[in-house]
């Protein structure tokens, strides 16, 4: 049974930092792209971070780009998103998301960040 579980959201003040993480079990890690999405409140679900299997590629929607940083360890089979700069506009919820060509894709229960003073 393929889990992806995010962990790491919560309340935090603009200008300050988070990091999500995305533990993956029941697949190959090693196999999967991960990508980060989130969606706010009345706003449909956005792609805002991609890394490729090995690491070697990373992506970054515009509204993220220079503050978040999207890794990933695949000897603990977790993916991690670095978020700096919050800003109130980046509030949502955040999800985790797997995907393997010819396998097909998996998603985490998602985890809120709020960015509020």
């Known amino acids: 049974q393929v889990q992806l579980v995010e962990s790491g959201g919560g309340l935090v003040q603009p200008g300050g930092s988070l990091r999500l993480s995305c533990a993956a079990s029941?697949?190959?890690?090693?196999?999967?792209?991960m990508s980060w999405y989130r969606q706010a409140p009345g706003k449909e679900r956005e792609l805002i971070a991609s890394i490729s299997a090995t690491g070697g590629t990373t992506n970054y929607a515009d509204s993220v780009k220079g503050r978040f940083t999207i890794s990933r360890d695949n000897a603990k089979n977790t993916a991690y998103l670095q978020m700096n700069s919050l800003k109130p506009e980046d509030t949502a919820v955040y999800y985790c998301?797997?995907?393997?060509?010819?396998?097909?894709?998996?998603w985490g229960q998602g985890t809120q960040v709020t960015v509020s003073s």
């Open positions: 998301n797997g995907r393997r060509s010819g396998v097909g894709e998996f």
């Open positions: 029941g697949l190959t890690f090693s196999r999967y792209a």
